[in-house]
Nanobody
Framework: QVQLVESGGNLVQPGGSWRLSCVTS????????MGWYRQAPGKERELVAE???????NYASFVKGRFTIYRDNAKNTVYLQMNSLNTEDTAVYYC?????????WGKGTLVTVSS
């Protein structure tokens, strides 16, 4: 059974940095494309960043230059390093694993950016 468990959600001050982690189990992690999505209150879920199985990355325009996604295949874990956070980054952040037509989601972790 594929499982994705996000952690790291917290209250962060504007301008601050924080890192999210997504630990996976039950899958051949190296073969999966991994992504972080987020859903703010009253908005639809949107892609934040993704890292393919070959290490190629893609970022939403609103986080480019501020966030970094990276994976540790030895630990079956994908991370999202978030810098220069602002209040608009407040959302539930979800981890996503994708291979072919198969897709699995974590339950999400809440990041609140507020002073």
């Amino acid at each position: 059974q594929v499982q994705l468990v996000e952690s790291g959600g917290n209250l962060v001050q504007p301008g601050g940095s924080w890192r999210l982690s997504c630990v996976t189990s039950g899958l051949a992690f190296r073969a999966y494309d991994m992504g972080w999505y987020r859903q703010a209150p009253g908005k639809e879920r949107e892609l934040v960043a993704e890292v393919a199985s070959d290490g190629a990355t893609n970022y939403a325009s609103f986080v480019k230059g501020r966030f970094t996604i990276y994976r540790d295949n030895a630990k079956n874990t994908v991370y999202l390093q978030m810098n220069s956070l602002n209040t608009e980054d407040t959302a539930v952040y979800y981890c996503n694993a994708k291979i072919g037509h198969l897709e699995t989601w974590g339950k999400g972790t809440l990041v609140t950016v507020s002073s």
